[in-house]
């Protein structure tokens, strides 16, 4: 894809360096069960056991579309998760954010992405309301759009729309077309989430906002929260940096700390990222291995003894947290990834007391997907995985995290190669593979449920972090005229009959048992739990929401 062209800016694979770190192989064994052992790189996550009366189940492998159906229009496949309502507007694109506010109403706002010099479709129709849209979603029977917001990052956040719970701010860096500018915008959403206030719109690391000018021109694309509020964290895949920016004051933003990916020992590009519930380690990854279509060499397939340079960083970011002068940021920890590419993001959670991270790929072992699948074949012949997928480590060893487990479905296991290269043949960038996930509660994790762009979305069980479960999946039928912000059609990818772009974070509602997200032309899309699937009896209701 051409903005994969643009991002990787002349990146080269180097071998990450690894200190103290003992993660990353894909051969580590699974937790001991009564089930036989089967290694990480073997397992296949089950598939759900039972669907609710009336949901259509997948025909074909765990999360396929065949290619019969993309001709003959694909009608869409549910299990357990049961459509309640949606809002398809003009389309979505990367991200998105829910938020309950003090009056008791809960709003939902997600990312739009618009023509920019790296992306112009002339298919696209004409923009209506572009911006973010605020959509109240308290009856989630019936979701109503109240208006769009529009200011400089609003136009297109890309992947950093972001709400903060314990302040009650909703978040956005400018990521126009993958990395517009400086600006970040910040909106009070607190008292009334369906009237955000704008609080900023401000470029921050100029020498204008208070704080440090760096060396590398901070550029939005990525961001999230410290769960406190009071950091918000831009990955910028065009300045090859992590910024932490200051939010005491939210309308005077300030940035105040940077890291680049040399500092942190690679070449590669940032991307997605987490912070500890105490603000003093965040997870930052490496977005590498991307392969031909990044105009960069091709991933470590064959040579075992290669880790490349996809992965994640555990990094001290107490200096940040404590608000030092001069702070700096630490890198604890390197985890090379080699079973994946383009690292996408993580989420830092704990299992009954127990802290785990999972890392999400959006690029499989033969990198960013072209259209004639030579990347996913040449991953296939080398028995790496042919799509992106999750990672979960055990971080008891922050030093040294522990892989446990990888979300495969049955189209990532390379013996089904053959049954799934005829579906996307011809496409381009994502296909059958994960791009966000969240979890339902960060401090007590029972469920992840992720974004598998054709494969629709998926929910596992995690109680048992070690063998995830599939739970219940949700994949919508195509959209018939897919609006101007949708990312799949400004990409180029949409395809009459065929599946839709499911790409956005999501968040879990305990009391409701509902999980709300976006796919690119769908819209939002409000689920319900049906069957007894979610929640658990362990399950508890989370303090802040997703990631």
Same mark, same amino acid.
């Given at each position: 894809m051409q903005v994969w062209t643009r991002l990787v800016i002349a990146l080269s694979l180097g071998t990450l360096v690894l200190t103290g770190c003992g993660g990353g192989n894909d051969d580590t064994p699974a937790a001991t069960t009564t089930q036989p052992t089967v290694s990480v790189a073997d397992y296949v996550v089950p598939k759900v056991q039972s669907c609710a009366t009336g949901d259509t189940p997948e025909t074909a492998l765990q999360g396929q579309v065949p290619a019969a159906l993309r001709q003959s229009g694909f009608g869409g496949f549910n299990c357990n998760l049961k459509l309640v309502s949606q809002v398809q507007g003009e389309g979505a694109s990367w991200s998105s954010a829910t938020y309950t506010d003090k009056k008791g109403q809960t709003c939902f706002y997600h990312a739009t992405m618009g023509a920019s010099p790296a992306f112009t479709n002339p298919a696209a129709p004409v923009r209506v309301n572009p911006g973010v849209p605020v959509i109240n979603i308290t009856d989630p029977a019936r979701p109503i759009r109240i208006s769009s917001l529009t200011s400089t990052a609003m136009n297109d956040p890309w992947e950093s729309l972001r709400v903060n719970t314990s302040r009650g701010i909703l978040a956005a860096d400018n990521g126009l077309g993958g990395g517009g500018g400086p600006e970040i915008d910040l909106y009070d959403i607190a008292s009334d989430c369906t009237q955000p206030q704008l609080l900023a719109s401000v470029p921050v690391g100029t020498g204008t906002d208070g704080g440090i000018t760096p060396a590398n021109k901070p550029l939005g694309h990525e961001g999230g929260f410290s769960p406190d509020g009071f950091t918000y964290y831009i990955g910028g895949a065009y300045s090859k940096s992590y910024f932490a920016v200051d939010l005491t004051v939210p309308t005077q933003p300030k940035l105040i700390s940077a890291i680049t990916m040399a500092d942190l020992g690679v070449q590669s590009l940032p991307h997605g990222l987490s912070v500890s519930q105490d603000g003093t380690r965040a997870y930052f990854v490496s977005a590498g291995n991307i392969g031909a279509i990044g105009g960069t060499a091709a991933p470590p397939l064959n040579d075992p003894n290669a880790t490349g340079d996809n992965g994640f960083f555990v990094v001290d970011t107490s200096e940040?947290?404590?608000? !030092?002068?001069?702070?700096?940021?630490? !890198?604890?920890?390197?985890?090379?990834?080699?079973?994946?590419?383009?690292?996408? /993001?993580?989420?830092?959670?704990?299992?009954?007391?127990?802290?785990?991270?999972?890392?999400?790929?959006? =690029?499989?072992?033969?990198?960013?997907?072209?259209?004639?699948?030579?990347?996913?074949?040449?991953?296939?012949?080398?028995?790496?995985?042919?799509?992106?997928?999750?990672?979960?480590?055990?971080?008891?060893?922050?030093?040294?995290?522990?892989?446990?487990?990888?979300?495969?479905?049955?189209? /990532?296991?390379?013996?089904?190669?053959?049954?799934?290269?005829?579906?996307?043949?011809?496409?381009?960038?994502?296909?059958? =593979?994960? /791009? +966000?996930?969240?979890?339902?509660?960060?401090?007590?994790?029972?469920?992840?449920?992720?974004? +598998?762009?054709?494969?629709?979305?998926?929910?596992?069980?995690?109680?048992?972090?070690?063998?995830?479960?599939?739970?219940?999946?949700?994949?919508?039928?195509?959209?018939?005229?897919? =609006?101007?912000?949708?990312?799949?059609?400004?990409?180029?990818?949409?395809?009459?009959?065929?599946?839709?772009?499911?790409?956005?974070?999501?968040?879990?509602?305990?009391? !409701? /048992?509902?999980?709300?997200?976006?796919?690119?032309?769908?819209?939002?899309?409000?689920?319900?739990?049906?069957? =007894?699937?979610?929640?658990?009896?362990?399950?508890?209701?989370?303090?802040?929401?997703?990631?």
């Open positions: 940040v947290q404590s608000r !030092r002068p001069n702070a700096q940021m630490h !890198r604890i920890a390197t985890v090379p990834v080699r079973d994946g590419s383009v690292a996408q /993001h993580t989420i830092s959670f704990s299992v009954r007391g127990k802290p785990y991270v999972i890392e999400v790929d959006e =690029g499989g072992s033969g990198g960013i997907q072209d259209p004639a699948a030579a990347g996913v074949k040449t991953a296939c012949n080398a028995g790496m995985t042919p799509f992106p997928l999750g990672h979960i480590y055990d971080m008891s060893n922050e030093a040294a995290p522990q892989l446990v487990s990888e979300l495969r479905l049955e189209t /990532h296991a390379t013996q089904n190669c053959d049954k799934v290269i005829p579906d996307i043949l011809g496409l381009s960038a994502f296909t059958y =593979g994960s /791009h +966000y996930c969240s979890v339902d509660n960060r401090e007590n994790a029972t469920a992840l449920a992720c974004s +598998y762009f054709n494969s629709g979305v998926r929910v596992f069980d995690i109680r048992d972090p070690s063998k995830p479960k599939e739970i219940a999946y949700y994949n919508p039928a195509s959209a018939k005229s897919p =609006g101007a912000g949708s990312g799949h059609l400004m990409f180029g990818q949409y395809r009459p009959g065929g599946p839709d772009w499911c790409a956005s974070r999501l968040d879990f509602d305990f009391d !409701r /048992h509902l999980l709300t997200t976006a796919c690119q032309d769908n819209g939002l899309v409000v689920l319900s739990f049906e069957n =007894g699937a979610w929640p658990f009896p362990e399950s508890s209701k989370a303090i802040e929401i997703g990631n």
